[in-house]
């Protein structure tokens, strides 16, 4: 059975940095992709990375470039998203999510089967 467990949301001044875990299982790196996903009040839900292993592919929302970025331990079963220089607008609901997917574009999460419970990013402003 695939499982995803997100951590490591909090309150963070804007500016600061964060790093959020995805504790996956069930399945390998190798196997499937993996990627995060937010949701803002009010907003649609966002596709922000995603990496895939299989496909030697990683993908990363352009306006997100340069301050956020993903990574793998597969000996951990972890996927991380590191956030740096974080802005009001990056308060959301942070998901993971894994398939079997290309990570071609900003909507691959239409294409991921298996989803965590989000971890809540608060950036006061």
């Known amino acids: 059975e695939v499982q995803l467990v997100a951590s490591g949301g909090g309150v963070v001044r804007a500016g600061g940095s964060l790093r959020l875990s995805c504790e996956y299982s069930?399945?390998?790196?190798?196997?499937?992709?993996l990627g995060w996903v937010r949701q803002a009040p009010r907003k649609e839900r966002e596709g922000i990375s995603c990496?895939?292993?299989?496909?030697?592919?990683?993908w990363i929302a352009d306006s997100l470039e340069g301050r956020f970025s993903i990574s793998v331990d597969n000996a951990k079963n972890t996927m991380y998203l590191q956030m740096n220089n974080l802005k009001p607008e990056d308060t959301a609901l942070y998901y993971c999510?894994?398939?079997?997917?290309?990570?071609?574009?900003?909507?691959?999460?239409?294409?991921?089967?298996?989803w965590g419970i989000g971890t809540l990013v608060t950036v006061p402003s």
């Open positions: 069930g399945f390998t790196f190798h196997d499937r992709a």
């Open positions: 990496i895939s292993w299989l496909w030697d592919r990683t």
């Open positions: 999510t894994s398939g079997e997917n290309r990570c071609t574009g900003d909507l691959f999460y239409h294409g991921m089967d298996s």
